[in-house]
């Protein structure tokens, strides 16, 4: 699984996704990034990027509730944690992708994994 607290740089390819202010805090932004669909959330002015499709049975992810850094899927109530994509609740045991997030010059980028 892809996890940005241990990616490699020279294997990520940063690919820009829209100016800071479309995901303003408390807010979030999804995108669609070759063939991943991707939730951005704003935590208290820091940005995380994750896979927007719960490991459990495909939920919509992105839809559910923050609690602190963790997401809810809005259908069987699993939790991730946004920082590390790590599955913290049942009913999902598998995590989710997460991914490396950069500001440059008031613009975020998302790094994905090079093909
Ligand atoms: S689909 Fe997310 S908890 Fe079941």
Same mark, same amino acid.
């Given at each position: 699984?892809?996890? *940005?607290?241990?990616?490699?740089?020279? #294997?990520?390819?940063?690919?820009?996704?829209?100016?800071?202010?479309?995901?303003?805090?408390?807010?979030?932004?999804?995108?669609?990034?070759?063939? #991943?669909?991707? !939730?951005?959330?704003?935590?208290?002015?820091?940005?995380?990027? =994750?896979?927007?499709?719960?490991? /459990?049975?495909? @939920?919509?992810? @992105?839809?559910?509730?923050?609690?602190? *850094?963790?997401?809810?899927?809005?259908? /069987? @109530?699993?939790?991730?944690? !946004?920082?590390?994509? #790590?599955?913290?609740?049942?009913?999902?045991?598998?995590?989710?992708?997460? *991914?490396?997030?950069?500001?440059?010059? @008031?613009? !975020?980028? =998302?790094?994905?994994? #090079?093909?």
């Amino acid at each position: 699984m892809f996890n *940005y607290t241990a990616f490699e740089e020279s #294997k990520v390819e940063f690919v820009e996704i829209a100016p800071t202010s479309e995901i303003p805090n408390g807010e979030r932004l999804f995108v669609e990034l070759g063939d #991943k669909p991707i !939730v951005i959330f704003n935590i208290a002015g820091q940005l995380f990027a =994750v896979g927007d499709v719960c490991t /459990h049975d495909d @939920g919509p992810l @992105g839809d559910g509730v923050v609690e602190g *850094y963790h997401i809810v899927c809005p259908r /069987h @109530g699993a939790e991730f944690d !946004v920082q590390t994509g #790590k599955a913290v609740q049942m009913p999902a045991v598998i995590d989710i992708p997460a *991914y490396p997030v950069r500001i440059r010059d @008031g613009t !975020v980028f =998302v790094g994905l994994p #090079k093909e």
